[in-house]
């Protein structure tokens, strides 16, 4: 049972509205009154397993930490954690294809396919910005939340497809869970996520912990989508009014504009790949990373991508093809036994002889927890646990497979200290061959206390801590700078081999 969140819902009408974003809203009507930042906690604290929070509560509250800052200030940031990660970050992060056309005709192609989507509301305009220290990415504000009114008629989605609705997706079929008995196309509906996945899939309603996300109109009939021998495909639920609202990207310049999050982008520009190098990505799925890599060369070299599941080989395969990149190769292959033992061996594909890359990246499998939005997760403590032994495993492999003075890039997308700065430290005591290096743009925070590392070496870590500034923005503050801080949670660390 989860047990760890705040027990009601802060609605609009309690919460303080009392100021208005100070910059026209793309994609709203003037008269709508919106939330600055600090004001936004309209849903609750991610729900989690008490053993969960309690271990979170204690990495975030470690002696380092209190020594530093106090208890006090601690249990602040903590809880800011918990609330940030249920909301989903105010821009949208574009990666454009800058190895196929230049920025700004990237950006004016895009200002234009998006306008389309906005022509018939007159006072709507699609704000594109780029950003000052990264070179291939847009920027474009959401607007949320919004005050929406809830309707009667009620549609229940997964935790999964309600993630995607706050940040811009329409609901598709298999994430429906509930609808009205009598629900046919063209029905307004208002979606609701089921936070702890009880709904009982064809459910006519649901009472339990659930939060809305919007309303939207109906593009399938329940008959569609419940009673059927195949799996229901196709859009079930067009969302019209969304509590955050964000363009769709649905067919929009596929082949320039990848949607990425904007620490997954700085983790390529931070690896460092040059034109000619042999790079290898260890877990490359889906290969938004791999293609940045790619792109980041002008396509010229070679950039291995392993990943162990083979259905998202075809993902990373599709995407290289998409985005017009040759120099990819993508294998089905478990990267802890990426090092072969056979020094003579020849052959292209993995194991591949020690010392084969001139940089690798180890974006390592992680408990996720600094994904956003996310409002409740299903994991034990013991799930949780088990991911620093596979990282380092990967690790050590990652290491035998660097050529003398290549780079080696471990990233996550989490917040735990194990699968973070004690990696790092770890890895520091168990390779002395690796030395910790400057990152190259430094965008995010410095590494977090309580692993034993130096002030120095913490300098050279890269944070993205969502929740050093949930409740410190400021609307007056430039976009591109609040999209620096207003991300979900992630972590860099950079070695270089001598």
Not at 389 to 399: C, E, I, M
Not at 419 to 435: D, G, I, K, R, Y
Request: with cysteine; proline share 7%; net charge neutral.
């Amino acid at each position: 049972m989860f047990t760890y969140h705040v027990t009601s819902l802060v609605t609009y009408a309690e919460a303080d509205v009392s100021k208005k974003r100070q910059q026209p809203n793309p994609w709203c009507h003037a008269t709508e009154v919106l939330l600055f930042p600090q004001n936004m906690s309209i849903f609750p604290r991610i729900c989690l397993k008490p053993e969960v929070a309690e271990h979170l509560k204690s990495v975030f509250l470690n002696k380092e930490i209190l020594t530093a800052v106090g208890h006090q200030e601690a249990e602040h940031r903590f809880q800011n954690l918990l609330l940030c990660l249920s909301h989903p970050p105010l821009h949208t992060c574009v990666r454009a294809s800058t190895h196929l056309a230049p920025l700004e005709e990237i950006r004016s192609k895009l200002q234009e396919e998006l306008s389309e989507q906005t022509s018939s509301d007159s006072s709507a305009s699609v704000q594109i910005l780029s950003h000052p220290q990264v070179p291939d990415v847009l920027l474009l504000p959401v607007d949320g939340p919004r005050r929406v009114e809830q309707l009667s008629s009620e549609v229940v989605v997964g935790a999964q497809c309600g993630n995607a609705v706050l940040r811009g997706a329409h609901v598709f079929a298999p994430g429906i869970v509930a609808s009205p008995k009598y629900m046919k196309v063209g029905d307004v509906v208002s979606v609701f996520s089921d936070l702890e996945g009880r709904c009982t899939r064809g459910a006519l309603s649901f009472q339990g912990n659930k939060v809305f996300v919007g309303n939207g109109v109906a593009e399938m009939d329940r008959s569609s989508i419940f009673c059927t021998d195949e799996h229901p495909r196709g859009l079930g639920v067009r969302m019209v009014e969304p509590l955050y609202r964000s363009p769709s990207f649905d067919g929009v310049l596929p082949s320039l504009a990848f949607l990425q999050n904007f620490p997954s982008v700085v983790v390529g520009h931070v690896l460092g790949p040059r034109p000619g190098e042999r790079i290898l990505d260890m877990c490359a799925a889906p290969g938004g990373k791999t293609c940045h890599i790619a792109a980041l060369m002008g396509d010229q070299g070679e950039v291995v991508a392993l990943d162990r599941i083979r259905n998202k080989i075809a993902r990373i395969r599709q995407n290289a093809e998409t985005l017009q990149l040759q120099s990819i190769k993508a294998y089905c292959f478990n990267g802890i036994q990426a090092v072969s033992s056979d020094l003579t061996q020849q052959t292209q594909g993995p194991p591949f002889p020690p010392e084969s890359f001139d940089r690798v990246l180890l974006d390592a499998p992680c408990s996720g927890l600094g994904q956003r939005p996310t409002m409740a997760s299903t994991w034990s403590l013991k799930e949780i646990c088990s991911y620093p032994p596979l990282q380092r495993k990967l690790f050590h492999a990652a290491v035998r497979l660097l050529k003398k003075g290549g780079v080696l890039v471990y990233s996550t997308c989490t917040v735990t200290l194990a699968e973070n700065e004690e990696q790092v430290a770890w890895a520091l005591s168990s390779f002395p061959c690796l030395t910790l290096q400057q990152q190259e743009p430094h965008i995010g925070a410095e590494g977090m206390l309580g692993a034993g590392l130096s002030r120095e070496q913490l300098r050279l870590l890269q944070r993205f801590s969502p929740e050093l500034s949930w409740d410190q923005a400021d609307a007056s503050i430039p976009l591109q700078c609040r999209a620096d801080r207003d991300t979900i949670g992630f972590f860099i660390a950079k070695f270089l081999k001598s």
